[in-house]
């Protein structure tokens, strides 16, 4: 390909040489008729479009312009020779900055000057590669010009590697925050609330600021083993970060003391660091759990507003809040099983079980879709297809006795998978307190594909939760 050097500003040979292009796939792309057709054929050579437009950028021909990239607080430069219709295009920045002049000197923090190179070839070619590291960078310059599209696109990247489990959703967190973009934070939010256990052993808990961990621990929807080892990552946290003591004494009034059992309970008041140091604040509370654990629930109620965060139960792993539950090939048939759970987290329901049934069902079909062999004229009907039906999960408790007076009971089904050798949360379904299944349980999901996003193996990773909610029945006078 022949090299025509810089053109004069004001110069049409590249806008000529562009043109050139366009037409040329243009072209190729009509329509046809022949022999009367009343169709005509499609030729599409807009590949062949991209590569030139790759060329026309690697190798400078016909650009009237130069972009020097200049690192922040190096001396560092990188030279772009390029074309200001093609930046124009996508770029009302651009076409500002290179109205009248043919060289540019534009100044960016390291990280995006690393990437500017990928950030100009989506100007020409509308596709990048991105990693993990690159993807701040990139949203940076795309927010920066004003190219809304790769905007979009890097952040659709961020959120989807965030349900995956690759991407450090602290980081991007506290990005999102900083540049408004509220979609992304609360991907961010979810992923960190379904995976604290994950991000709490990792170096990304070390990052985590203070406004993000009160976030967090405001949250029900929190999954980990129990409140215990909420409390061991947020005296982790207060070891790494020292905030100011106002800032410890929040966040540790923010832990649902009434579901740690009393033994624990003891333990950490003589062994914690941050108790030692923040106790007072929280004196309250601890004796407020206490007071809970020591009295029947119904008897607690009559005298003290159970209806607080502090007596919700977060959505813990441990045996006697739930079971996991593995689902070999789930479209195949029907399944069930059956698991107990504490009645409640008072110390007086210790002892106390209730035993549940689970029907799992993946092609089961609404009563407007069942089969109907004949009208009322006679004439034969066709039948639904299996996969008009949709998953199922029906959560039952074997019986119901006064036991359960006072309480109720709140589901949650945790959808698991396999990401980078950790099984992380994907999809979590609430039910309703009168209910018993989620109406939009696994709606989406494909359980027939082999690699859906749903499976492990071909296998469908549950883990089932049982929430007990107590209320204030009788409202005595202090």
Known sequence: MLRLGFAKPGSWASFWAILTLVGLATRAAHKTDVGGESTGTSINHSQM??????????????????????????????????????????????????????????Q??????????????????????????????????ATKYGVASLQRGVADYMRAHLAGGAGPAVGWY???????????????????????????????????????????????????????ELFHALEAWLGRARPPPAVAERALRAIRYPMIPPAQLFQLQARSAALARHGPAVADLLLQAYQFHAASPLHY??????????????????????????????????????????????????????????????????????????????????????????????????SSGGDAAGVSFQKTVLVGARQHGRLLVRHAYSFHQSSEEAGDFLAHADLQRRNSEYLVENALHLHLIIKPVYHTLIRTPK
């Open 49 to 106: 479009l991209l590569q030139r437009l790759q060329e026309l950028l690697r190798q400078g021909n016909a650009s009237d312009v130069v972009v020097r990239v200049q690192a922040a607080g190096t001396d560092e430069v990188r030279v772009f020779h390029a074309h200001r219709l093609l930046l124009g295009l996508h770029s009302e920045l651009f076409r500002e900055l290179l109205s009248n002049q043919s060289e540019v000197v534009l």
């Open 174 to 228: 506290h990005y999102a925050l900083s540049t408004g973009d509220d979609a992304l934070r609360e991907s961010c939010l979810q992923f960190l609330a379904w995976n604290l256990s994950a991000v709490a052993g990792s170096a990304e808990w070390g990052a985590v600021s203070p406004e993000l961990l009160a976030q967090l621990l405001r949250r029900s929807d929190l999954v980990l083993q129990d409140e215990l």
């Open 108 to 141: 960016e923090p390291r990280d995006c000057a690393a990437v500017f190179d990928k950030f100009i070839r989506y100007l020409y070619c509308g596709e990048l590669t991105v990693l993990l590291a690159q993807a701040i960078p990139l949203h940076k310059l």
């Open 301 to 398: 109620a009559k005298f003290f507003d159970v209806n607080g965060s502090a007596f919700l139960p977060r959505n813990y792993l441990a045996p006697s809040w739930g079971a996991p539950w593995v689902i070999n090939n789930p479209a195949r048939d029907d399944r069930s099983t059956s698991f107990q759970t504490q009645l409640g987290p008072s110390g007086h329901d210790s002892g106390r079980r209730v035993t549940w049934n689970v029907l799992f069902s993946p092609r089961w079909l609404p009563v407007s879709l069942r089969p109907v062999y004949a009208d009322a004229a006679g004439t034969a009907l066709p039948l639904a297809r299996p996969e008009d039906g949709r998953p199922r999960l029906v959560v039952t408790p074997a």
